[in-house]
């Protein structure tokens, strides 16, 4: 008799073991990863499977140098993703990944860099950002731009602030509209971008979010000589394997879940303006 | 041989110029049409064209992939469309496309730019209608953003 | 034994033993057969489920079987399955399990996939396997399922005498004459008696054939096998000019034939059924009743459907515009950027099974034509 094993597309189940509320509809989930540790570069996700209802691609969002457990942050808004923000601690949640390619983190040694993330595109970011923090001296100057709708939908907020307190990386946070409670600046991602010190010609910018809010970004980028091939942005499409053998993700020539997620700006800058492509 | 001044004189943008300025800027521009549903520019392509409409009305869009287009406002006859041709890179931010039919005046952005270069004067008095302009609509886009029209609070 | 590359010559008579002696070793035989009014791939037991006489009358939209002349067991062009479906299969059960106090185990697949034997396949169909062997065996990640089906296979290949009116694998360099991807392969000559010269393509198919009488074949029968397959090359329905037609289909995405098309196309996904390329699929979840149990089944799926690229609530391409764009533009222009080659084996049967007669060699050749002597965006 021979059993055919599932292989690549045979999730590996693993304990919750604790889940964060972020916002409303937002929460980070951290599982036990098996023995060895779950090893990823910051930027790869994993399809996260919730029994008997579906898998759907998500970042990771821990940190690279702590594999001994693994953050996801989810937001609800599917059958999936509604199911799974519904688990709590003991339950488990099936993980096939690491899958596609992360930040240029190692391209972007000895330059300036320009983290910049609208709403739930922080989530991939952080872990790089976790990278550029602790691996500070390998990086020029570090700046980390965050646009959330309204303050109760900042991501990570008590994080944020650390970060904004730190000296060497400058960090700042805007929202599109804020209530009396809110001190900080107010309007879109991109107005942060004039207020930056950053040499244009050898910064690298890593960008997601939104991707209208991702195009915009990336036009004041340019704007500001971020050359485009030192642009980077995560793009999302229809996942159903992330091996790429179900063709949905497909974007031009690309498979969003091997050629990307994070994708060099140049690669893209044709396929993103055209309609439904 | 007909030239497009009497067309400029009759816009309401450039009501405020003399003849002189008119016939001098008229040689940057051309008669443009345009079939309903055709794009007048595209976002991310090179921004060359500053468009003052004459007949029909154009959506200014964003393109969301999973939900197609979304009309940002509209432009009708009288008011003038697309600024990226002034500022580099000259690349377009959103898409125009004509709602109906649309005639518009096209002036080319970098034939306008060097002559507003070359006529300081000329170009002063076209920023002042262009900042003018700029300072209408970004008040109306902050009403609009106001949402005042919404049932809950 | 005979070598690799060898001919022999069969006697109709004894291709029974061939068949048989596949089926004494274990394997499945699939194979053409009439049913349902066309000539389909199912299960057959041998010789007398061939289709004997039987032609395929084939244009845009329009198949219809007529009787030969002749008993020609093969004797009729690409019918609406190629073997996809054999190692693609159209359901596939990825996994199960089982749920149990929260946590949930992953349980082994406990299946022994047939082993079967093609008999038939066309060079274009050999084609479109080796491309799907190139995206299921040959990339990043294995799919096991196609490997296990894939594996045991054996291939009696028949090299093309007849060649239907959609057909233009010349055109796309991929037959009429089938070189590898076969144990065996058949040329029918009819002519005098009716034999077969018999090509040895493996050692699995030397050994076969050490099981059934043959004699080698002369210069006679290889000139008489070789002229079947020139005329086949001579005789094809359609052509499609291939040499750059990626940048020509890449540089005119809003051409505005992409909307002459829009308007005839249904989007009903029979082109993308009958590919032998086509490779999309979408996986579906399912339980018991009482959520203990689940299992997870690849089935396939089609980029014409407001499914496949939903994102945020919404499709991508939601025009049928722009579904046909991206299915052509995969199929031919894409496709090489992915693989290297291209995704279309010129079987014709995109052409003959739209309900409406969209042929992409047609379209192919709209959007050149507008192009080919000026300068393209």
Same mark, same amino acid.
């Given at each position: 008799m021979n059993a055919v094993a599932a292989g690549p597309w045979a999730p590996t189940p693993l304990p919750i073991r604790g889940v964060t509320r972020?916002?409303?509809?937002t929460f980070t989930f951290a599982l036990d990863a098996p023995a060895d540790g779950f090893r990823f570069a910051p930027g790869q996700f994993n399809m996260l499977y919730v029994f008997g209802v579906g898998e759907v691609p998500i970042s990771v969002?821990?940190?690279?140098?702590?594999?001994e457990r693994l953050l996801h942050t989810v937001r609800a808004v599917g059958a999936v993703t509604r199911a799974m923000c519904a688990l709590r601690r003991g339950k488990t949640i099936g993980v096939r990944g690491p899958f596609g390619h992360g930040w240029p983190l190692d391209e972007a040694r000895g330059r300036d860099v320009l983290v910049v993330a609208g709403g739930l595109g922080l989530a991939p970011l952080r872990p790089a950002i976790y990278h550029l923090l602790r691996h500070r001296?390998?990086?020029?100057r570090v700046a980390i731009l965050y646009g959330a709708r309204s303050p109760d939908e900042v991501l990570y907020r008590a994080e944020l602030e650390r970060w904004c307190a730190r000296r060497e990386v400058e960090a700042r946070v805007i929202v599109d509209r804020a209530g009396p409670g809110w001190a900080g600046p107010v309007g879109?991602?991109?107005?942060?971008l004039a207020r930056v010190e950053m040499s244009g010609g050898s910064t690298v910018a890593m960008v997601c979010g939104p991707e209208v809010m991702m195009r915009f970004t990336v036009r004041d980028l340019e704007r500001l000589g971020v050359a485009s091939e030192r642009i980077f942005v995560s793009i999302e499409r229809d996942m159903k394997?992330?091996?790429?053998?179900?063709?949905?993700?497909?974007?031009g020539p690309l498979f969003v879940c091997k050629d990307g997620p994070v994708l060099r700006y140049d690669r893209l800058a044709e396929l993103i303006h055209l309609r439904e492509v | 041989m007909e030239t497009l001044e009497p067309l400029l004189r009759k816009h309401p943008f450039l009501s405020g110029l003399s003849d002189e300025e008119i016939r001098f800027l008229a040689g940057c521009a051309a008669n443009r049409r345009f079939a309903p549903g055709e794009l007048l520019f595209r976002e991310?392509?090179?921004?060359s064209a500053f468009y003052l409409l004459r007949e029909g009305r154009v959506a200014l869009e964003v393109n969301v992939p999973g939900s197609g287009p979304f009309q940002l406002q509209s432009c009708g006859e009288g008011e003038v469309v697309g600024w990226?041709?002034?500022?580099?890179?000259?690349?377009?931010?959103l898409d125009a496309r004509a709602v109906g039919a649309v005639a518009a005046l096209a002036f080319d952005g970098r034939c306008l730019r060097e002559k507003m270069e070359q006529d300081h004067d000329l170009g002063y008095a076209l920023a002042k209608l262009m900042l003018y302009e700029v300072y209408q609509r970004l008040l109306n886009v902050r009403l609009q953003r106001l949402d005042l029209y919404r049932s809950e609070p | 034994m005979v070598q690799i590359g060898e001919r022999v010559v069969v006697e109709r008579e004894h291709l029974t033993d061939l068949l048989a002696a596949l089926r004494a070793e274990g394997h499945r035989l699939i194979g053409p057969t009439v049913r349902d009014g066309a000539i389909v791939h199912a299960e057959i037991q041998?010789?007398?489920?061939?289709?004997?006489g039987w032609a395929s009358e084939q244009e845009a939209g329009t198949y219809r079987l007529r009787r030969r002349d002749d008993g020609a =067991?093969? $004797?009729?062009?690409?019918?609406?399955?190629?073997?996809?479906?054999?190692?693609?299969?159209?359901?596939?059960?990825?996994w199960h399990g089982r749920l149990e106090g929260g946590k949930f185990l992953v349980l082994d697949e406990d299946r022994a996939p047939p082993r079967l034997a093609l008999v038939g396949a066309r060079a274009c169909d050999l084609a479109a396997l080796a491309i799907h062997d190139r995206i299921f065996l040959g990339e990043?990640?294995?799919?096991p399922d196609y490997a296990a089906r894939r594996g045991g296979a054996f291939v009696v290949a028949v090299q093309c005498g007849t060649p239907g009116g959609t057909c233009f694998c010349v055109s796309m360099g991929t037959?009429?004459?089938?070189?590898?991807?076969?144990?065996l392969a058949l040329t029918e000559l =009819?002519? $005098?008696?009716?034999?077969f010269v018999v090509e040895v393509g493996s050692e699995a198919g030397a050994a076969l054939l050490g099981r059934v009488a043959h004699v080698p074949a002369d210069d006679g029968d290889a000139r008489d096998a070789d002229a079947v397959v020139e005329a086949a090359a001579g005789r094809m329905g359609r052509a499609l000019r291939a040499e750059g037609v990626r940048d020509v289909l890449l540089r005119n995405l809003e051409h505005p034939r992409w909307d002459e098309v829009a308007g005839r196309?249904?989007?009903?996904?029979n082109c993308t059924l009958v590919c032998p390329t086509c490779f999309c699929a979408t996986v579906e979840d399912t339980t018991d009743l009482a959520g203990a149990e689940a299992e997870r089944v690849r089935r396939w799926d089609s980029?014409?459907?407001?499914?496949?690229?939903?994102?945020h609530g919404g499709?991508?391409?939601?025009?049928i515009k722009s579904r046909y764009r991206q299915w052509l533009t995969h199929k031919l222009a894409t496709w090489i950027d992915q693989?290297?080659?291209?995704?279309?084996?010129?079987?014709?049967r995109c052409i003959t099974w739209c309900p409406v007669g969209i042929d992409l060699t047609e379209e192919v050749a709209a959007i050149r034509a507008g192009t080919d002597s000026k300068e393209v965006l």
């Open positions: 972020e916002t409303r509809d969002s821990g940190d690279p140098a702590r594999p001296e390998r990086y020029g879109v991602v991109p107005s942060l394997c992330g091996l790429g053998l179900c063709g949905h993700c497909q974007l | 991310g392509e090179e921004a990226s041709w002034l500022f580099p890179p000259y690349r377009w931010q | 041998g010789v007398e489920d061939l289709p004997a =067991l093969f $004797g009729y062009a690409a019918g609406s399955q190629s073997w996809k479906q054999s190692f693609f299969a159209p359901a596939a059960r990825l990043r990640h294995v799919d037959g009429p004459r089938a070189r590898h991807g076969f144990d =009819l002519e $005098g008696r009716h034999r196309c249904l989007a009903c996904a980029c014409f459907t407001l499914d496949h690229s939903h994102l499709p991508v391409r939601t025009s693989f290297g080659m291209s995704g279309c084996v010129g079987c014709g």
